[in-house]
């Protein structure tokens, strides 16, 4: 089939090289043809001209799309003509914090406390309501931490209102929470769900660093209720394709953060780690075709992001059980320029290699 991406960054790059084998052709929807994916099929360069956007949807069989702040009214437009998987419900859910958390709430799916916030007297009386700490962040386009301010004194609220530059925005309780976990599913046209295993995911001002798969010290009854968070949320928004659910282990509960309606970054270690990857999996979702096993390869794996610069590459290349991923994109402070996967069978094995590619982590 051709398969159409609106964007073309490092998630589309992936989602075309693991179509390639499975006999599909790529079209892209891109900014410039520097784009990491724009060399990886047709590309067709977005510039706010509907007839491009028509050119592309007419050329392509199914259209998929790589981040949550696309334009709705392009996936609107296209969807008149050409079928686009996950549907637009995903997408206006999932754009919107408050519109998320409301649905959380509404499937009794644990979240933090909020309320949304569009003036300082919003702000002041959400902070009565919720209690400091509390997160501050904008509804809309926030990513890897942007547009958040952390609130723990009430003497902070007039900086933490004019961060936000007046956009609406959510106040969120601050949880407290052991460690950040992520579940990622796949969903069928014939709702045929399948997930991986819960992974462990670490962060630094705001970026994942290191995701641990499968998350260590997962009980049975942890990976099934976040299953079933999983699952209650997939089929109500009746979402074809890859779903993540960013998560705090707390003490007492699996909280929901985030939900992400697309292949994501903690699930980069299935590359190598599971028997299908998510980006094969996503593919043979809005393909109509049979889902992949979402099972573990080696028992142990890990995945380190490479940020701002490209650093040891060859070291990465000398580790045996390492696999390096570059996105094609020039250096910058905290942009993401690649990955690496590490897969063992023996935790121990797995330690010493990501010790020795430390120099990759803060
Ligand atoms: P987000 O953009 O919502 O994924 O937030 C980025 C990071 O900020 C998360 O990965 C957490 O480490 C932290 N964070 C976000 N929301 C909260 C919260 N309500 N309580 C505590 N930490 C949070």
């Not at 509404?106 to 003036?119: E, M, S, T």
């Not at 931490?145 to 530059?165: R, Y």
Request: proline fraction near 4%.
């Amino acid at each position: 089939m051709k398969i159409g991406v609106l964007g073309a960054g490092q998630l589309g790059r992936m989602l075309a090289l693991s179509a390639y084998p499975l006999g599909h052709k790529m079209r892209f929807l891109a900014l410039t043809e520097e784009d990491p994916s724009s060399l990886l099929g047709k590309t067709f360069i977005h510039d706010n001209n509907p007839d491009v956007i028509n050119k592309f949807s007419d050329d392509s069989d199914v259209v998929t799309y790589e981040s949550e702040n696309t334009d709705l009214t392009i996936v609107n437009e296209i969807a008149k003509t050409t079928k686009i998987y996950p549907g637009d419900l995903s997408l206006h859910l999932t754009q919107h914090r408050g519109r998320e958390k409301t649905l959380l709430q509404k499937l009794n799916i644990p979240c933090a406390p909020f309320a949304l916030v569009n003036n300082f007297s919003d702000l002041s009386q959400a902070i009565k309501n919720i209690g400091l700490p509390a997160i501050l962040k904008t509804t809309k386009d926030g990513y890897d931490g942007k547009g958040q301010f952390l609130i723990e004194t009430e003497s902070q609220m007039n900086d933490a209102w004019e961060a936000m530059s007046g956009v609406e925005s959510i106040l969120e309780g601050f949880i407290n929470f052991k460690r950040e976990l992520s579940l990622i599913a796949v969903r069928a046209i014939d709702g045929n769900l399948k997930f991986y295993p819960l992974v462990e995911n670490s962060h630094h001002e705001g970026i994942l660093r290191l995701t641990m798969a499968p998350a260590q010290e997962i009980s049975d009854s942890l990976q099934k209720k976040a299953e079933s968070y999983m699952k209650l949320l997939i089929t109500k928004m009746n979402h074809v394709g890859v779903l993540t659910l960013e998560l705090f282990d707390s003490d007492d509960d699996l909280i929901v953060n985030e939900i992400a309606p697309r292949v994501h970054n903690s699930g980069h270690w299935t590359i190598e780690g599971a028997q299908t990857s998510q980006f094969e999996n996503h593919i043979r979702a809005i393909t109509n075709s049979p889902l992949g096993d979402t099972s573990v390869k080696s028992k142990f794996n890990a995945m380190i992001n490479i940020i701002s610069k490209h650093g040891p590459t060859n070291k990465v290349l000398e580790t045996r059980n390492a696999h390096l991923h570059l996105y094609d994109k020039k250096e910058r402070q905290n942009r993401k320029l690649g990955h690496i996967t590490i897969t063992s069978d023996s935790y121990k094995e797995l330690q010493k290699s990501i010790a020795n590619l430390s120099s990759y982590l803060p």
